[in-house]
């Protein structure tokens, strides 16, 4: 069954490095999201993607925070210079045409920022 | 903002028994949808009502939907050890935005 692939599982950083996260997507799917999870807390949306462009984004996606899709395949979220609060799991979703009338998130595994 | 609030947070119960959780919301939406997480793992779909339906079965899973008291519902009949997780009900609205509520934690006892 096709699935959404993150790399790496955990990736541990110091404060002021720029990190990025990796998302393979499901290969015919044409949203793609990312959310996250700061530990215990809530899944929240931090931006949506479509037809290579940014299709909206949530106030904690600020200027430090970037995506791309650098490939076709590749899906990645880019922050710039991590801060202590950025620790959290980071979770790669994607949709496809049949998706956006069911509503249906593929989610992966998660990607797990520790900040040190 | 259409953030759902589950109720309870959290919910032990014995293996067999039934497991109501309930979401309530506070706009209006396209379509509700229920997720499950293991610990430390991802979100995985369960099941999806739309905004004009009131009931659905998915194997043990039944959800129910009450637009007018922007509510939800979701039951899992005969519980079993490998239910225990952490559960979500997100949305969808205007914007085809999924948003989660906080999720409810979920402890089936063998």
């Known amino acids: 069954e096709p699935e959404v692939t993150q790399t790496p599982s955990h990736q541990v950083t110091q404060m002021g490095q720029e990190v990025i996260l990796r998302c393979v997507p499901i290969?015919?799917?044409?949203?793609f999201y990312w959310y996250r999870q700061i530990l215990g807390q809530k899944v929240e949306f931090l931006v949506s993607f479509y037809n290579n462009e940014i299709s909206e984004k949530s106030e904690i996606f600020d200027d430090q925070f970037s995506v791309e899709r650098p490939d076709g395949s590749n899906f990645t979220l880019k922050i710039r210079s991590t801060k202590l609060e950025d620790s959290a799991m980071y979770f790669c979703?994607?949709?496809?045409?049949?998706?956006?009338?069911?509503?249906?998130?593929?989610f992966g595994e998660g990607s797990r920022l520790t900040v040190l | 903002s259409q953030q759902g609030e589950e109720d309870p947070q959290a919910l032990s119960i014995q293996e067999g028994e039934n497991a109501t959780m309930n979401c309530s919301y506070k706009t209006s939406i396209n379509n509700l949808q229920w997720y499950r997480q293991n610990s430390g793992r991802g979100l995985v779909h369960l099941i999806l009502?739309?905004?004009?339906?009131r009931e659905k079965h998915s194997g043990r899973l039944r959800v129910t939907l009450d637009t007018s008291k922007k509510s939800s519902s979701l039951l899992i009949t005969a519980s079993r050890a490998a239910d225990t997780a952490s559960y979500f009900c997100a949305m969808t609205g205007a914007n085809s935005k999924l948003t989660f509520g906080k999720g409810i934690t979920l402890s089936v006892r063998p």
């Open positions: 979703a994607s949709r496809g045409l049949a998706g956006f009338n069911t509503g249906e998130l593929f």
């Open positions: 290969s015919n799917h044409l949203y």
């Open positions: 009502i739309r905004s004009n339906e």
